[in-house]
């Protein structure tokens, strides 16, 4: 099986900064997109960014500009800098990937449990 888990969420104060990780494990043969979402209270789940495993990335409106999204391939790695924080990023992150499996020979969606980031005005 495949595991994703997220690390790095907390509360902060508008304009602050924080950096999301979320590290894949088990029995990993290939990651293709990873991406980050987030869910605010109220609101369905909304893409926030998503690289590809050469690094082409694509960012939300409401985010372009001060996140960034990066991946380290060696370590099933995803990460998500957050600068320049407010209050309406507040909102559960969850990274996803496209895992292909060792012994498969198609892609599956992965879901981390989610990490809570708070912005406070």
């Known amino acids: 099986q495949v595991q994703?888990?997220?690390?790095?969420?907390?509360l902060v104060q508008a304009g602050g900064s924080l950096r999301l990780s979320c590290a894949a494990s088990g029995?990993?043969?290939?990651i293709n997109l990873m991406d980050w979402y987030r869910q605010a209270p109220?609101?369905?789940?909304?893409?926030?960014?998503?690289i590809t495993k050469i690094g082409s990335a694509n960012y939300a409106d409401?985010?372009?500009?001060?996140?960034?999204i990066s991946r380290d391939n060696a370590?099933?790695?995803?990460?998500l800098q957050m600068n320049s924080l407010k209050p309406e990023d507040t909102a559960v992150y969850?990274?996803?990937?496209?895992?292909?499996?060792?012994?498969?020979?198609r892609?599956?969606?992965?879901?981390?449990?989610?990490?809570?980031?708070?912005v406070s005005s």
Do not use: M
């Open 27 to 30: 029995s990993i043969l290939s």
């Open 94 to 105: 969850y990274c996803n990937a496209e895992v292909l499996r060792v012994g498969l020979y």
């Open 62 to 68: 409401s985010v372009k500009g001060r996140f960034t």
């Open 4 to 10: 994703l888990v997220e690390s790095g969420g907390g």
């Open 75 to 79: 370590k099933n790695t995803v990460y």
């Open 107 to 118: 892609y599956e969606d992965y879901w981390g449990q989610g990490t809570q980031v708070t």
């Open 42 to 50: 109220g609101k369905q789940r909304e893409l926030v960014a998503s």
